[in-house]
């Protein structure tokens, strides 16, 4: 008579009767074993903080150093936040008194084009903790066009793979935060669905508590299975470029007391980089309430790009722009060069255009595409950029499409 050979049930009692070899196994046993696997698998997770070899922050920022070139304030900032969030987690399972450490949700301020988003980028490359990296042009307030709030965690439970308890340990960039901010001065005119509507459902996201998450995302219903995410424990580190907060800097900067006793020991301030002085109160400026804006303690600014940084953005960095269209060029078979007077006509075009650092792949994309489209098809094995060469091609190219990209 044939029986599971595990639970010893015989065909009639069971559902579905599997043989083997030498033996028998029933549906019921398979899907034991298969809850078995999944709860083995889940404690041997990458994302088990026990097993993550903690890096000081002066080992992190070493690590940024071999992506983005210049702002080590931010750098700085980010790799001290990075640290205590690895000790809070690691805090909970060794402490013996009342003492909690809060995390401390970071803002990144930066004109656009300087590196907020590649610093996440680049963080997220050391990281054994879920990370994910959302868009807040997209979010509106519940029950409108566009996504809910919650759908920044369903994108940090799809980075941890759906483990609740590992996205609960998670970091979260939220970019272009700036586009949430308030519209007008008197919110109760109009109802600000994008702005503040957003910033209100972020409190509760910010400071920590529980959130019914719709594990596929989209629009919640009343019947549709929520998945509960505790944030207590999850970083959020926010970025954006604030267009036109250098004004509300300045405006800030400006204000004295009329005498002598007003402008003795006042600071020479630079002019050309006002972000270095920035302050909560010019985010609340800016449009973004009291509220959020305590909910994110930790301030810091990246500089503009100057010739010299971008002039190093170029070469430089791991994974630098010139780094990729020679390794691109190489799996063709064919060895890429740059002649070094062509490095400071490409950066001196960035500059004169205020591309900034995306806009250097643009022109380095319009000097070499012809290039690329022929010299796979040609047995050339070498290519040397010249400054002829790159004069030539780039006067084809309308530059101001490169400046609306």
Do not use: W
Not at 91 to 109: C, G, M, P, R, Y
Request: hydrophobic fraction near 40%; include cysteine; glycine fraction near 8%.
């Amino acid at each position: 008579m044939e029986k599971c050979s595990f639970c010893g049930r015989e065909k009639k009692d069971v559902n579905l009767l599997i043989a083997g070899i030498s033996g028998h196994i029933c549906d019921n046993c398979i899907l034991q074993a298969h809850e078995i696997v999944d709860e083995e698998l889940k404690s041997t997770s990458d994302f088990d903080i026990g097993k993550v070899k903690l890096l000081k922050p002066i080992e992190m920022k070493a690590f940024l150093d071999q992506y983005v070139i210049g702002q080590d304030d931010a750098k700085k900032y980010l790799s001290v936040a990075v640290y205590n969030h690895y000790k809070r987690l690691s805090q909970s399972k060794i402490a013996t008194d009342d003492i909690e450490i809060e995390k401390s949700n970071i803002v990144l301020v930066g004109e656009t084009g300087t590196g907020k988003t590649l610093l996440a980028r680049s963080i997220a490359k050391m990281l054994h903790v879920p990370f994910t990296i959302v868009d807040a042009t997209v979010l509106t307030e519940a029950g409108y066009v566009g996504e809910d709030i919650e759908s920044i965690l369903t994108r940090l439970l799809q980075a941890a793979d759906y483990d609740v308890s590992a996205a609960e340990r998670g970091i979260v960039f939220i970019d272009e935060i700036d586009k949430i901010a308030r519209k007008g001065d008197n919110p109760s005119i109009t109802r600000d669905v994008s702005g503040e509507g957003v910033q209100q459902g972020l409190l509760k996201l910010l400071e920590g508590s529980i959130i019914n998450v719709p594990p596929q995302g989209g629009r919640k219903h009343p019947e549709q299975k929520m998945i509960p995410v505790n944030t207590k424990n999850v970083l959020f580190i926010c970025g954006g470029a604030f267009d036109g907060i250098d004004r509300k800097i300045s405006q800030r900067l400006n204000t004295q007391v009329v005498g002598y006793a007003g402008t003795e020991g006042r600071e020479k301030v630079d002019r050309k980089n006002l972000l270095q002085y920035i302050a909560p109160q010019d985010l609340k400026s800016f449009g973004l309430i009291p509220e959020i804006i305590g909910r994110l303690p930790v301030l810091t600014y990246l500089n503009p790009l100057d010739r010299e940084v971008l002039r190093s953005i170029l070469t430089e960095p791991k994974n630098s722009i010139i780094k990729q269209y020679t390794k691109l060029f190489e799996i063709d078979g064919i060895s890429l060069a740059f002649e070094e007077d062509t490095f400071e006509y490409i950066v001196d075009k960035a500059m004169e255009y205020k591309l900034g650092a995306r806009g250097l792949r643009s022109i380095c994309e319009a000097i070499i595409n012809d290039a690329m489209f022929e010299l796979p098809s040609q047995d050339l094995k070498e290519m040397v950029v010249t400054l002829d060469y790159a004069k030539k091609k780039l006067s084809k190219t309308n530059l101001k499409r490169l400046i609306v990209a």
